[in-house]
T-cell receptor, first 109, second 113 residues
């Protein structure tokens, strides 16, 4: 079966760095996505990785290792507004997105 | 309209009733999707459409139907609602089925009693 695993909840301090991990087992691989979802709102796109390595976009970076079925999202200089759920999704061989349950990130002052 | 809209925002529905959730986008995207999001579970794809006139089944299609008469609209119909269909429903769109980014509507919170 297809499976995306990520921690249920994480806590970090304002100004710090946090890494959210995602491991996956899917039928085929056509890219990995990270989305941010604030409570009661729609998911919004953060990053896309299809090749191994690190993609940096401002305070956010995403890493992919296809051989290990592993990705992480790195958030630097945390701000209170970063409190949200972070969703990992893999596009499978049918070009459908398979989603993890999300990691709720709590930022404390 | 700017982006993707959904209606209604929320709805309480008696079991057995028919319900259509509306979704409209003005970005001229070819691909559209319907997901449901339940607590503790990831988003699950219900149905999708690669382009106007075509639809396909996702992971959890039973009890739902869709149509894609034109590029902009992608309604989702529950023919006879059941309590297990209580969920938050998100419509999304992308330029094409293999595009990098999907854009999500604000969601419809549906409660079936």
């Amino acid at each position: 079966g297809q499976n995306i695993d990520q921690p249920t909840e994480m806590t970090a301090t304002e100004g710090a760095i946090v890494q959210i991990n995602c491991t996956y087992q899917t039928s085929g691989f056509n890219g990995l996505f990270w989305y941010q979802q604030h409570a009661g709102e729609a998911p919004t796109f953060l990053s896309y990785n299809v090749l191994d390595g690190l993609e940096e976009k401002g305070r956010f970076s995403s890493f992919l290792s296809r051989s290990k079925g592993y990705s992480y999202l790195l958030l630097k200089e945390l701000q209170m507004k970063d409190s949200a759920s972070y969703l990992c999704a893999v596009r499978d061989s049918n070009y459908q997105l398979i989603w993890g349950a999300g990691t709720k990130l709590i930022i404390k002052p | 309209i700017a982006g993707i809209t959904q209606a209604p925002t929320s709805q309480i529905l008696a079991a057995g009733r028919r319900m259509t959730l509306r979704c409209t986008q003005d970005m001229r995207h070819n691909a559209m999707y319907w997901y449901r999001q339940d607590l503790g579970l990831g988003l699950r794809l219900i149905h999708y459409s690669n382009t106007a006139g075509t639809t396909g089944k996702g992971e959890v299609p039973d009890g739902y139907s869709v149509s894609r008469a034109n590029t902009d609209d992608f309604p989702l119909t529950l023919a006879s609602a059941v309590p297990s269909q209580t969920s938050v429903y998100f419509c999304a769109s992308s330029l094409a089925i293999g595009s990098d980014e999907q854009f999500f509507g604000p969601g419809t919170r549906l409660t079936v009693l």
